[in-house]
């Protein structure tokens, strides 16, 4: 990140040969582009579109980043792409053990399905809670866990098209909200605590 005298900022990722970059300041892009190209050989492709599996829509009124083409791949390589679409990831009050009697499952299949999962959360927040209750049992995992990490993917299936928007403005606040269970793990009767923020207008409905 770069702010220059006047308070502009600009924010630059590289990953590999790939470099994305912004800047609240056109001016500041534009002479950051001409350095680079002096210096190394680039091809600029114009605004962002599709980055490491993140869709990008820019919008008059905002930004809109949605992983639709990566959640059609993780559903059919896991053949789930016909699976009837449920209303949430995880069922209430969930309870899975580590020292479940369930039948076990390949650990290896396991693993592959639930870090895939894993990389939807950077643009589907509202999954994050069960797959962080699913990550627990990628080391011994059983039928039950597999269950509900299926089911993170049937609901995954029914908001193909759900996304993060950013939208343009200037009265934006911020929201937050906190919820916590105490002693309720069965494995080591820890709390569980969630949280949500939201920048924006209006608080979450």
Do not use: W
């Not at 600029?44 to 639709?68: A, H, M, N």
């Amino acid at each position: 990140m770069k702010v220059d005298k006047s308070g502009d900022i600009m924010i630059i990722c590289l990953y590999m040969d790939d470099m994305i970059f912004t800047a609240s300041n056109p001016a500041m892009f534009e002479e950051f582009k001409r350095l680079m190209k002096k210096e190394f050989e680039m091809t600029d492709l114009g605004e962002l579109s599709y980055f490491l599996g993140v869709e990008v829509q820019q919008r008059e009124d905002g930004i809109f980043i949605s992983q639709k083409k990566y959640a059609e791949e993780i559903l059919k390589k896991f053949r789930m792409e016909n699976n009837k679409a449920i209303s949430t990831p995880a069922d209430p009050g969930i309870k899975l053990r580590k020292d479940s009697k369930e039948e076990g499952v390949d650990p290896t299949m396991f693993k592959s399905l639930v870090r895939s999962i894993r990389y939807l959360t950077f643009t589907r927040p509202n999954i994050m809670y069960a797959v962080g209750v699913v990550s627990r049992h990628i080391e011994e995992p059983k039928q039950d866990h597999f269950t509900a990490t299926k089911r993170i993917l049937r609901y995954v299936n029914g908001i193909r098209d759900h996304g993060l928007k950013y939208s343009t403005g200037k009265d934006l606040k911020l929201f937050g909200y906190s919820d916590s269970d105490y002693g309720v793990d069965v494995n080591d009767q820890k709390r569980t605590s969630r949280y949500a923020f939201n920048m924006g207008t209006a608080a979450f409905s």
